[in-house]
């Protein structure tokens, strides 16, 4: 009896094969895209060389999202009386609080832009502690327009920047010796 045919014997003469496990990238395995459902593969994995119109996607610009904000809110206040406050008017699909010295801002974002309003008539002006809320409504920048914002009307990153300014020649060994001499003997 062979050795292989004695190992036969002991695993019970059946033949196993060895599966290989094909992953795909990790970004793909693990990206967002699938779980809230917008696309299978991210646009670089289809064909970097490509662009998206070549791809055959077409993308929709979401438009701006109109959200409440609310002002003076102080600081001994807790986000969760806030948020009770607005679900007691209409229930928020966005909301998020952010600290300032003076007190804290809140900013919601519902699914009927008519709840902005019902929120302004009822919240705008009320007490909280020592100070009278402000709510209002505002329309929040997509991250592309706020880029552009910012860079004014200078158009891309590297294009409609000034020349550089012309730096000082520096000055040559003998000059500083002879700048260190007149210094040292006044």
Do not use: C, W
């Not at 832009?113 to 920048?141: H, R």
């Not at 552009?148 to 990153?157: E, L």
């Amino acid at each position: 009896m062979s050795v292989e045919e004695s190992l036969d014997s002991i695993i019970g003469g059946q033949e196993t094969r060895h599966r290989v496990t094909k992953y795909r990238r990790r970004d793909l395995r693990n990206g967002l895209a699938s779980r809230i459902g917008t696309r299978e593969t991210p646009y670089r994995d289809l064909d970097p060389r490509r662009s998206k119109k070549e791809s055959g996607i077409e993308t929709e610009r979401p438009a701006s999202k109109k959200r409440a904000r609310i002002l003076n809110i102080p600081l001994e206040v807790s986000d969760y009386t806030i948020e009770d406050m607005v679900k007691e008017i209409a229930k928020p699909i966005y909301s998020n609080f952010y600290d300032h010295k003076e007190g804290r801002t809140a900013v919601f974002e519902f699914e009927d832009p008519a709840s902005i309003e019902e929120i302004i008539k009822k919240l705008n002006g009320k007490e909280m502690g020592n100070q009278s809320l402000v709510v209002e409504s505002f329309e929040s920048q997509r991250r592309q327009d706020r880029r552009a914002q910012r860079r004014g009307n200078h158009g891309s990153r590297r294009g409609g920047r000034e020349p550089k300014k012309e730096k000082a020649e520096k000055p040559t060994v003998d000059q500083l010796d002879a700048e260190l001499e007149a210094y040292m003997n006044n």
